[in-house]
Every structure is written in C-alpha cells, then in structure tokens.
C-alpha cells in the first residue's frame, strides 16, 4: 500500500500505534557531520524554540555558516500581525547570533511553502545546486519536509538535523494525548500530501490495525 492509498478513517480508527508510527517517522539516516552553508529552521508556533536551540547549537559548532529562517502567518498562529520567522529571527538576535548571519522569509503560511520559498530565497542570493543544507526540523515532521525537499532538489545537497522535544518525538509521543494528537495529525497531512501529489508518493507496509468491536 502507497500513502496515497490510506483512507483517513482507517488512519484514525483503525491503523495500529505501529502502523502510524510507520508512516510518520523518517526511516533512513538523514543526518551528517558534514558542514553546511545555511541551516534551515522551519517554523511552528510549539516548537520554535526546540528548533532554534539546535540552530543555535549547530552554528557555534560552526557546523551552519548561516541561519535561515521560513515562516509566516499560518493558520495556527494566534498573533495575526507578526510572522513567525519575524519572531524567530529576534529569538536568534536575543541570544548573540550576528544579524548578518541571520536570512528570513516571512510568507509561507504551511510546510509546503516553507520548503518552495526557502529555496526561492537560496536561488535568488546563492546557488540551489552549489549550496548545503542543513533542514532542522522536528522529529515527526522531518519526514513528510525530506519528501518536499525531493520534489525540488537533488538529495545531495540537503541533509536534514531532527529536533526532539520530550513530547512528539519517536520515543515520548504515545505517553500524552497531545503527543498523539501531533502524531495522528502528521499521519493525516503526509496522506493529504500524497493524495494530491504534494509529495512524492511512498509504499508503506501495514503492520497491526486496532482490535475494533
């Protein structure tokens, strides 16, 4: 079975923990020692400061040269006038990181956009195809951006970085009701994903469905 082939009401009623951890979290080793140009910090209201953290780890290590942050206004945002990468950019300044190493783009309202206007931003002032990649993300979300960065760039040039955060990462999201929702939902959006051809399209294997009466 594909992705594009889920039903979401098997997602939620049906699929075991198993099965959705499955499809939700990113199999390969993405993760590399190798230097980077920029890091990439996508946005997202929860989980800004996990996601900085490690982009601010990473640049004192000298492992990012630069720091550049994607997000806008979605639809999660409770504050309507500020974007998102504004914020993160006065997290990063609040913490010591040179402005001149800090790169913003404010529109994208979704992953999606986050992935095609960062690397809009990339062509416009480098190189897609000379420039390093470092993707920092969450853990539940790397995978569904690593299908995203592969509809637009070789996977040569990017590697990704996954942030945990204690509540949805592979280890901790079965022990709270937020950490399931998180999860379910990030079930339901890579089949969304797939479905509309957002993605690349990705076989997956049925493991246990939940016993149901």
């Known amino acids: 079975?594909?992705?594009s082939n889920t039903q979401y009401i098997d997602i939620l009623v049906k699929y075991s923990d198993d099965m959705i951890k499955h499809m939700v979290?990113?199999?390969?080793?993405?993760?590399s020692e190798e230097k980077s140009d920029i890091?990439?910090?996508?946005?997202?209201i929860s989980m800004i400061p996990y996601r900085l953290e490690e982009s601010i780890k990473l640049?004192?290590?000298?492992?990012?040269e630069k720091i550049l942050l994607t997000g806008g206004i979605g639809r999660l945002n409770l504050?309507?006038?500020t974007p998102g990468a504004i914020k993160m950019k006065q997290y990063l300044l609040?913490?010591?990181?040179?402005v001149n190493d800090i790169i913003m783009e404010s529109k994208a309202k979704n992953s999606y956009e986050n992935i095609k206007y960062f690397l809009d931003v990339i062509e416009e002032k480098y190189s897609k195809e000379n420039t390093k990649i470092t993707l920092i993300t969450s853990d539940f979300h790397m995978k569904r951006c690593m299908l995203l960065m592969a509809k637009f760039l070789d996977c040569s040039h990017y590697t990704g970085r996954i942030v945990k955060d204690g509540k949805t990462?592979?280890?901790?999201?079965q022990n709270t009701l937020y950490g399931k929702r998180v999860i379910f939902q990030e079930a339901l959006l890579l089949?969304?994903?797939a479905k509309h051809q957002i993605i690349q399209d990705e076989s997956i294997e049925i493991l246990r469905r939940k016993h149901t009466i």
């Open 79 to 81: 504050d309507r006038i």
């Open 59 to 64: 640049y004192k290590k000298g492992r990012i």
């Open 169 to 173: 990462d592979l280890t901790h999201w």
């Open 25 to 31: 979290f990113q199999k390969e080793p993405i993760e």
């Open 1 to 3: 079975m594909n992705l």
């Open 39 to 44: 890091g990439i910090v996508l946005g997202g």
């Open 191 to 193: 089949s969304y994903y």
């Open 94 to 98: 609040d913490r010591g990181i040179p």
